[in-house]
């Protein structure tokens, strides 16, 4: 027995940038009767005109998703960027209680809630605007493991109870604003300390305690209605001792089937990526689908996996998958999102976020360092507004691979060093490099700021630490303000 289409399982990586110049291939992959896409890049007007012209072309609304944990400005231009995770869960403790876990109401405060409220429905107005229905978020990863190299502030937080809390209030904001939320990544990827895009994980814990922390977020997100759960590549002995990783495995999906009683859409993370254990991606894609997973979320060539699925003689159930796409919205709303305002609201949630740990107290000029991760060119936004409050200021910008001029830093300055340095996907997190040359400064420099993970200034014993989170301009900014300030307020 032929599978009728295998097209309709599989969710095909679009690039924005080449919507426009692609459209060919990627209708073809309409009309062959693919899932949906997972969007990544390009610009607002361009991608919502010809995500348009593809749901046309579908008998039934296609999914299109897209990351979108930190809005749409995180892979459209033209859309909002909204702070990680853990930034927002900062923005909304109240730091007398922030360590009180038990009490996340009264944390928050009954006035910090709209707020909070509003940045999600702004990430679901824009992603509705631009043509996407489906967003796979939230992490409810809950990140306990501070060598995480790719969660790490995508979380919440470290407890589960942040982590439910929080990723429920998304799930519940997304959804009632149209667009389908997905929980990610099953059974959670927070205490690991190796990517999954680039190798297979394993989590060594015994059932009962992921019982107790690591599964509570995802029963909490069932309970709430999620539309969709993401299946993370890793390996669970406790739930599939045969050592397949969860985005394939049969006993992980009953797991969720049977125990916490999904029965919405499961899918794989994306399977191009290397955390498939040793397994090709013909042979995994097939595998997901035997266990009973619905979608297969970017194959590196869906017309490859396509025929491997179709020469097979078992048949998938599509049923859930159809049912679920005759429940999403096909039309584009007309009205345009207010982007100055979320853009307002971005800022307010940043400048909240920021975390202060020892006081600033000198009277002297600051000399700062940049240390730069990254390929691309980082801190300029850092480095002109300290300028602006300090008009004599000096800075030094060290890029990834580069030592410590001689001399530096000057010992009649006050030492100020900017830590950039993104976790994403394939990089494997922080250098050695950069964790080599923090060490190196840390006797002399008086203030050190991540503006990315928190976790980074765990081994730094420094007088003063900022963590910001992320690297915005509107972090920046707010980080030399308050530097600035307190700078002029000890002259």
């Not at 997905?182 to 814990?205: E, Q, R, W």
Request: hydrophobic share 40%; net charge positive.
């Amino acid at each position: 027995m032929l599978m009728k289409n295998p097209y309709q399982f599989i969710i095909p990586r679009l690039n924005g940038d080449k919507i426009k110049a692609d459209f060919d291939y990627y209708r073809s992959l309409v009309k062959k009767g693919v899932a949906g896409f997972i969007i990544f890049g390009g610009k607002l007007g361009q991608v919502r005109a010809y995500v348009k012209k593809l749901q046309d072309e579908a008998d039934l609304p296609l999914i299109i998703s897209s990351d979108l944990e930190r809005g749409l400005g995180q892979q459209i231009e033209g859309g909002t960027s909204f702070p990680p995770a853990m930034a927002i869960v900062s923005a909304m403790r109240d730091r007398r209680k922030a360590s009180d876990t038990s009490r996340l109401w009264r944390m928050i405060g009954k006035a910090k809630l709209p707020i909070l409220r509003s940045s999600f429905r702004a990430v679901a107005e824009e992603a509705r605007y631009a043509g996407i229905n489906t967003i796979f978020a939230p992490v409810l990863d809950i990140n306990t493991n501070p060598e995480n190299p790719i969660i790490a502030a995508r979380a919440f937080g470290e407890d589960n109870d942040t982590v439910a809390f929080f990723g429920c209030e998304m799930i519940k904001v997304l959804q009632k604003e149209g667009v389908a939320a997905c929980a990610k990544h099953f059974p959670g990827h927070g205490d690991t300390s190796v990517d999954s895009h680039l190798t297979l994980p394993v989590i060594t814990k015994g059932l009962q305690q992921l019982v107790r922390n690591e599964l509570r977020p995802f029963r909490k997100a069932v309970e709430a209605g999620v539309s969709m759960i993401m299946l993370g590549h890793l390996k669970v002995p406790a739930i599939d001792p045969s050592g397949l990783p969860a985005s394939f495995s049969k006993r992980t999906v009953e797991y969720l089937r049977n125990n916490m009683r999904y029965q919405g859409i499961l899918i794989t993370d994306a399977m191009d990526m290397k955390g498939l254990g040793g397994y090709s991606e013909d042979e995994a894609c097939l595998t997901a689908l035997r266990s009973g997973v619905d979608l297969l979320l970017h194959p590196s060539d869906p017309d490859k996996i396509a025929l491997s699925l179709e020469k097979e003689a078992d048949a998938a159930d599509a049923g859930r998958v159809t049912s679920f796409r005759r429940g999403l919205r096909k039309t584009l709303p007309a009205d345009r999102p207010d982007f100055l305002k979320h853009a307002e609201t971005s800022r307010e949630i940043t400048r909240r976020a920021i975390r202060v740990q020892g006081a600033i107290d000198t009277d002297k000029i600051p000399f700062l360092i940049i240390l730069n991760d990254e390929y691309e060119d980082r801190g300029r936004p850092l480095i002109n507004k300290l300028k602006t409050i300090l008009p004599e200021t000096r800075h030094l910008v060290i890029r990834q691979g580069s030592d410590i001029p001689e001399g530096v830093p000057s010992p009649d300055k006050y030492t100020v060093v900017g830590i950039f340095s993104d976790t994403r996907a394939w990089k494997g997190g922080s250098s050695v490099w950069l964790q080599t040359t923090l060490s190196r400064l840390e006797e002399t420099a008086g203030i050190f700021i991540s503006f990315g993970s928190p976790y980074l200034l765990k081994p730094v014993e420094g007088p003063v630490k900022i963590f910001a989170y992320w690297d915005h301009h509107s972090a920046q900014e707010a980080v030399a303000d308050i530097i600035g300030q307190r700078i002029i307020q000890s002259c």
